[in-house]
């Protein structure tokens, strides 16, 4: 199987930017979320729609984002 329909786009979340990635393989859409800076992955979901599959992602994104405790950095 080959990925098809693949996008993927930079926004901010929770105050983070982060980087999402959606594709297609078979009958089922593959959602990825990635921080930007590091480039680490946190967050997955499927779905039979993109849509879907971007939504549930967003929303667990969004509630480990929230849980991340930052700490002020000084110059």
């Not at 980087?19 to 680490?40: F, M, Q, R």
Request: proline share 5%; charged share 30%.
């Amino acid at each position: 199987m080959k990925p098809e329909e693949y996008s993927r786009r930079e926004i901010e979340l929770a105050g983070w930017p982060i980087t999402i990635e959606t594709y297609k393989l078979g009958d089922v859409y593959h959602c990825t979320i990635s921080n930007v800076d590091p480039g680490a992955r946190f967050a997955r979901a499927d779905g039979l729609t993109k849509e879907a599959a971007e939504e549930h992602a967003i929303e667990k994104a969004t509630r480990y984002l929230q849980q991340t405790r930052r700490f002020p950095t000084s110059s």
